[in-house]
């Protein structure tokens, strides 16, 4: 789940002292202009995004769109889908896949490949698709402790065509609550000892 927010350190204290939720440095993205923070959730992540290079971030669809989105309200700019087999998918969309890579707080250097950023950018109840590197450690795993103790994404509330996303995504189990009309994310359900927390 992707927030795009103005400044990573003044939205990870927010985070955690609205809602108990640590997060962890992340890194620059290079060639996106775009640098994050990471909320690990086990299987999945909160990332916090914002532009570090307006230059840069204004020539890279993932950059272009962070740098156009209202980083005021903490809300949910966006989702990705992992997958192990993101060639398939790709040609079954007819998405061009990208390769991305940043380094790590502590030093290592995380590789992925993505497909369908500006259709998510375009149509936000559509997830962008992603593929971690076969010697990357997923995001989500990072060690942190969240003072509301263990926290998991319970639910992702879209609007849009359920029909076109259950093509989009193929079968899938994800937490996914959809109603139709003009295609938006409407809010991520975190669930937490301390109870519900919804972005």
């Known amino acids: 789940m992707v927030l795009a927010v103005s400044d990573l350190a003044a939205a990870g204290e927010e985070l955690e002292a609205r809602h108990g939720l640590a997060s962890i440095e992340g890194g620059?993205?290079?060639g996106w202009g775009t640098a994050n923070r990471i909320v690990p959730l086990g299987e999945t992540y909160l990332e916090l995004v914002a532009v570090a290079d307006?230059?840069?971030a204004g020539r890279n669809p993932f950059g272009s769109w962070v740098a156009a989105a209202d980083t005021e309200s903490m809300r949910p700019l966006g989702w990705a889908v992992r997958t192990t087999r993101l060639d398939e998918v790709a040609r079954r969309l007819g998405l061009a896949v990208t390769e991305g890579s940043r380094i790590a707080g502590?030093?290592?250097?995380l590789r992925w490949r993505i497909a369908g950023i500006e259709h998510a950018a375009a149509e936000p109840s559509l997830p962008f698709l992603i593929e971690w590197g076969s010697e990357t450690p997923l995001p989500g795993d990072a060690a942190v402790h969240h003072p509301a103790g263990a926290v998991r994404i319970a639910a992702v509330r879209l609007q849009g065509d359920p029909d076109r996303l259950a093509a989009w995504l193929g079968p899938n189990d994800l937490p996914l609550e959809v109603r139709p009309g003009k295609a938006k994310l409407e809010s991520v359900v975190l669930a937490s000892d301390r109870g519900a927390i919804v972005l």
């Open 54 to 56: 307006e230059r840069e």
């Open 106 to 109: 502590d030093g290592v250097v």
């Open 28 to 30: 620059r993205h290079p």
